[in-house]
């Protein structure tokens, strides 16, 4: 299986894409600089979601 090891500009670890993957094709077609794991993404996401309804309070 084809992949590319990606530096994650959160926790600064690399990680793996995989052929097929949304991040796989970003990192090919060089469309984003900064990429992040699932782990981070998820975190960041969960982070943005908090912040969202403790904006709606
Ligand atoms: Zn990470």
Redo the contacts with the bound molecule.
């Keep these: 299986m084809i992949y590319y090891e990606i530096l ?1 500009y ?2 600064k ?1 690399t ?1 793996k894409v995989y052929e097929g993957s949304l991040l796989y094709k970003q990192f090919k077609e060089r469309k984003s600089r900064i990429f ?2 699932d ?2 993404s998820h975190k960041i996401r969960m982070d943005a979601i908090k912040n969202f309804f403790r904006y709606l309070k």
């Design positions: 994650c959160s926790c670890k990680f992040c794991c782990d981070c």
